[in-house]
């Protein structure tokens, strides 16, 4: 493993540390001495096959009049190429492959053979696998068939002739990024978007409607977060029925919305490109979801809007066939002594991104999509999942094509460690500022915002979260503030609207919601809340994320169905995952029910993007207030090139709080009704907050 040489001896500590427990945590053999002669040997094979590797290029391309096909599958005994005239054509016609010294598999056939369909059957020394065809990993474009198999066939793609029109990276300093995390269909599935292709990349880009790119531009956000739009499997197992040792007890919908179940990692997700699903039916057969990907960019990027993507390389397609568990099993997954995944990722399987081939088609898949794509940065979900040489070789070859490319994780799924990731240039979703201000559990676990003291959390905590969650504070956790991604909402469990609403006891999650608009409404405390809460986000150090619809205190309410499998039925919901419907489509009537909330997320938007000093500001910079008789109550002067200014707390729910002013006059920014760039008013000598509010304001 390569180690950064620059990094200071106590960071060398912990780097040396977290190696250690990173060398454990991924053994299969810690009980080593308890097992068989037979499971020894089986152990001492699949550490074997770290010896092969291949710089070849893999996938299907076309050189020279031919068209060439590869697959590394180093532990198979034979392996056919598939091609098919037509999607839905079962036999295909059959070409032996040859394999290197190095396991890689290879076909060349005459013609340049783009748009055709082709897969492998993978055979090996057991006589398994000669019956499934195998999806290309590195197929740029895939056609699936919606059962819960999965069954899919590789498309022949002609790369590097899209008309880019002089598009580029966005190169934003990742102190400025202001992300908004949403799901490509559901900002523009449901009606009230106006959009003439819901629930697609197209529909993103249409101009002139409620929803889409131009109600995100209209926040002010800089960069979109996509949930994964890698192709995945959207159709999970019967409910009520058991597949491959997995019984079904918990998902009526028979369907993964959300994505975290990926299949191909160079290719787009088909189904937002023809726009709906049909069980037993063929999607992504056009191949246009290709060029579909790059318009939504170029869409994009045309308003300034960055576009991250949410990858998932921990684990694979949890109950589909005919991929990389069909092709090589042994090489590309983490095995017990017996042969069985490990599953730390919860998803039936672990990735071993640890083997030298996997990482290539990690890293590979990645510059893929900056190179071919232009996306400009990814959030790698469970990232602890994978080894720490892989993070490091991801970011050093990533950056020598973008420098500003953002790399953030969630740094945690096989241990919880975001110091780490930070020692090696990566961002990670900072849970700490999450869990501390809004809380864990909204029954029972309430956070500063309702005047409480979640964990460990107390006043030096919160003023660690202003100055980013840095190493240098007691418990922090970042080398540099921008590498905290700060966030109170994401797409897992309540939205902060929902959170707020059952934990100020105006809501309860066991009982149906007969009015859904009704339940939407904010009541006074609600908003107060809410606006408490956003203001703290977008005044602290590092990269600030929203979650769609958290601008609207967006509430997730499954729709009532009185015969529906769900015992749920009607009520909020806090993982919606499995739901394709209104539960998560983004209700645009509902912004407008919303709208002094998205109004004061606009104008907080607006001062963030205005003024550096809630972006770059040192942490010499920040002065807190010393207060004493209100442990919930928090300010502190900020002051960074010639801008002054003066930011204030109070998220005691009972008591006001009277806060002294430096000498002069002060613009206020931000109260507790409005926020923006334009002054709202004069404040001299003292300022009084009500309860849980808060306000920033600026030296004239």
């Not at 300093?173 to 697609?200: C, F, Q």
């Not at 995100?216 to 999970?236: D, M, R, W, Y």
């Not at 729910?653 to 430096?662: A, D, I, N, T």
């Not at 760039?677 to 808060?694: C, D, E, F, R, V």
């Amino acid at each position: 493993m390569k180690t950064i040489l620059t990094l200071l001896v106590l960071n060398l500590v912990i780097f040396s540390a977290n190696k250690q427990k990173d060398s454990k945590l991924f053994t299969a053999d810690t009980h080593h001495s308890k097992l068989t002669v037979q499971q020894k040997e089986y152990l001492k094979k699949l550490k074997e096959l770290d010896r092969y590797y291949s710089t070849k290029r893999l996938g299907s391309f076309v050189e020279n009049g031919k068209t060439y096909f590869r697959l590394f599958a180093p532990s198979a005994e034979k392996v056919l190429l598939l091609t098919f005239q037509n999607v839905e054509e079962n036999e295909g016609k059959q070409y032996d492959m040859q394999r290197d010294n190095d396991g890689v598999w290879e076909s060349n056939l005459n013609g340049e053979l783009y748009g055709t369909f082709y897969g492998f059957k993978v055979i090996h020394a057991d006589g398994k696998g000669g019956d499934v065809v195998c999806v290309d990993p590195y197929a740029k474009a895939v056609a699936t068939l919606n059962t819960y198999y999965s069954p899919r066939k590789s498309i022949v793609v002609k790369e590097g002739d899209y008309n880019w029109q002089g598009d580029e990276w966005i190169r934003r300093d990742w102190r400025d990024l202001i992300i908004y995390e949403m799901h490509v269909r559901d900002i523009t599935a449901h009606k009230t978007s106006g959009a003439k292709n819901p629930g697609t990349y197209l529909g993103l880009t249409e101009k002139g409607i409620t929803g889409g790119l131009d109600y995100i531009k209209s926040l002010g956000v800089n960069t979109v977060e996509l949930l994964p739009a890698q192709e995945f499997a959207n159709i999970e197992i019967p409910y009520k029925d058991s597949l491959n040792g997995k019984y079904n007890h918990w998902n009526p919908y028979e369907r993964n919305h959300w994505g975290y179940m990926t299949a191909a990692f160079f290719a787009p997700d088909g189904y937002y490109s023809d726009g709906k699903l049909e069980k037993n039916k063929w999607e992504g057969a056009s191949g246009k979801q290709v060029k579909d990907f790059k318009d939504m960019v170029k869409a994009f990027h045309k308003e300034g809007i960055g576009v991250i993507m949410d990858v998932v390389y921990n684990h694979l397609s949890e109950y589909e066939i005919g991929n990389l568990k069909e092709i090589d099993k042994e090489y590309y997954f983490r095995l017990d002594e017996n042969g069985n995944c490990i599953a730390q990722s919860g998803c039936g399987n672990d990735l071993k991104t640890e083997r030298p081939m996997m990482r290539r088609l990690i890293i590979e898949s990645i510059l893929y999509w900056m190179k071919e794509y232009h996306v400009d940065g990814f959030r790698f979900d469970l990232g602890k999942l994978i080894d720490w040489e892989t993070i490091e070789e991801i970011i050093r070859e990533a950056q020598k094509i973008n420098t500003n490319v953002v790399f953030v994780c969630e740094p945690w799924g096989g241990g919880y460690d975001p110091m780490g990731f930070s020692l090696r240039g990566w961002g990670s979703w900072n849970d700490q500022i999450r869990n501390g201000i809004k809380g864990e559990n909204p029954l029972d676990g309430h956070g500063w915002i309702f005047g409480k003291w979640y964990g460990n959390n107390n006043p030096d905590r919160i003023k660690s979260y202003v100055n980013g969650t840095l190493v240098r504070d007691k418990n922090g956790l970042f080398q540099k503030k921008e590498h905290a991604v700060n966030y109170l909402e994401s797409h897992d469990g309540y939205t902060f609207g929902d959170f707020i609403r059952i934990g100020t006891r105006e809501a309860d999650p066991e009982k149906i919601v007969d009015d859904i608009d009704k339940n939407v409404k904010l009541s006074p405390l609600q908003l107060k809340l809410n606006k408490l809460g956003a203001l703290f986000l977008f005044t602290s150090q590092g990269m600030t994320m929203i979650h769609s619809g958290q601008e609207f205190a967006r509430s997730k309410v499954i729709p009532y169905n009185p015969n529906s499998l769900d015992k749920h039925s009607g009520k909020i919901d806090h993982n919606t995952y499995e739901k394709d419907d209104e539960t998560n489509y983004i209700n645009f009537k509902h912004a407008k029910i919303n709208e002094y909330l998205v109004s004061y997320y606009k104008g907080l938007i607006e001062l963030r993007n205005k003024y550096e000093a809630f972006r770059r500001a040192d942490y010499e910079d920040i002065a807190f207030y010393e207060i004493k008789d209100n442990p919930f109550a928090i300010g502190y002067g900020l002051e960074y090139k010639n801008d002054v200014f003066v930011v204030l707390f109070n998220a005691n729910p009972s008591m006001k709080e009277v806060f002294v002013l430096p000498s002069g006059e002060w613009n206020i920014l931000v109260d507790e009704n409005s926020a923006g760039t334009k002054s709202l008013g004069i404040a001299k000598k003292k300022i009084m907050l009500n309860p849980s509010t808060g306000c920033v304001l600026k030296k004239k």
